[in-house]
């Protein structure tokens, strides 16, 4: 059973950078044809995907974010890590990481962690 846990700062202040790290247990980051990504959720609004990293290093980045979103990972703690910078309120949301199966399916979550940006 694949297991993902969220971790990094609760509250954040404006220009900041936001660092996330997603723990991966029951799977390795680097297995064939799976990627690892990100989603968040604004209050009140819909889901929004992020971006990836792939089991080869590879990202996948949204067009809309990706100017201020940089994904990275570390193999040895099968740990992956999403780097929002130029934060504004409007990115305080609940951020997820997922695993991305075939067909880009996001087949394992995370619970979510709840992100404020706030002076």
């Known amino acids: 059973q694949v297991q993902l846990q969220e971790s990094g700062p609760g509250l954040v202040k404006p220009s900041q950078t936001l660092s996330l790290t997603c723990t991966v247990s029951?799977?390795?980051?680097?297995?064939?044809?799976?990627?690892w990504g990100w989603i968040r959720q604004p209050p009140g609004k819909g889901l929004e995907w992020m971006g990836a990293?792939?089991?080869?290093?590879?990202?996948h980045d949204s067009p809309s974010l990706k100017s201020r979103t940089s994904i990275s990972r570390e193999t040895s703690k099968n740990q992956f890590s999403l780097h929002l910078s130029s934060l504004t309120p409007e990115d305080t949301a609940v951020y997820y990481c997922?695993?991305?199966?075939?067909?880009?399916?996001?087949?394992?979550w995370g619970q979510g962690t709840q992100v404020t940006v706030s002076s």
């Open positions: 990293i792939a089991y080869d290093g590879s990202t």
């Open positions: 997922v695993r991305v199966g075939a067909g880009w399916a996001n087949d394992y």
């Open positions: 029951g799977g390795s980051i680097t297995t064939s044809n799976y990627a």
